[in-house]
């Protein structure tokens, strides 16, 4: 087992989102991470890296070229990256070529501050999974874990999906 730290990196979506004004719209707030892992007692090293705090919706290929750059140049080979769930397939896409590394992309359908959300199930399954996984690209979300080349997110359904390539 390695004993480099699991390098997680934030780049914002629902799971950091928290209410904005008066008129309940979200924005991208301060991340939630390092608190969920610390009261999860979590005792496996990590760090975190605050890359970006955006909607996914407004991530961009600039966007996506600097994670790849950030995630390729991290020393350890275990990275989990917080994402929103609109374009976190993109993002998987844009790092398949890293290699030697094993990459899990997470988040959450309700923002990690309200008490009903998946934010700290996926967030979990995302830290076991990039520790058991071989070097590739993967997304954790709804309890399971997918290639990032063979999913898609169901809206309708509320939920990511498995499908071929």
């Given at each position: 087992?390695s004993t480099?730290?699991?390098?997680?990196?934030t780049t914002?979506?629902?799971?950091?989102?928290?209410?904005f004004?008066?008129?309940?719209t979200y924005?991208?707030?301060?991340t939630m991470?390092?608190?969920?892992l610390?009261?999860?007692?979590?005792?496996?090293?990590?760090?975190?890296?605050?890359l970006?705090?955006k909607d996914?919706?407004?991530l961009t290929?600039?966007?996506r070229a600097?994670?790849?750059?950030?995630v390729?140049?991290?020393e350890?080979?275990?990275?989990?990256i917080?994402?929103g769930?609109?374009?976190m397939?993109e993002?998987?896409?844009a790092?398949?070529?890293v290699?030697s590394k094993?990459?899990?992309?997470?988040?959450a359908l309700?923002?990690a501050?309200?008490?009903?959300?998946d934010?700290t199930f996926?967030?979990?399954?995302?830290?076991a999974?990039?520790q058991?996984?071989?070097?590739?690209?993967?997304?954790t979300?709804?309890g399971?874990?997918?290639?990032?080349?063979q999913?898609?997110k169901d809206r309708e359904?509320?939920?990511f999906?498995?499908?071929?390539?």
């Open positions: 087992m480099q730290p699991i390098i997680i990196v914002g979506g629902t799971i950091d989102k928290a209410y004004d008066a008129l309940s924005q991208v707030g301060e991470v390092a608190h969920m610390k009261e999860a007692r979590v005792a496996c090293p990590w760090q975190l890296v605050d970006f705090r996914s919706l407004e290929d600039d966007d600097t994670l790849r750059q950030t390729a140049a991290l350890s080979d275990r990275v989990v917080t994402h769930t609109d374009t397939i993002s998987a896409n790092l398949v070529d290699a094993t990459i899990v992309l997470t988040g309700a923002p501050r309200f008490s009903e959300s934010a996926n967030l979990g399954m995302a830290f999974a990039v058991c996984l071989p070097p590739g690209v993967y997304i979300m709804n399971q874990v997918f290639r990032g080349d999913v898609r359904q509320g939920k999906v498995s499908v071929t390539s």
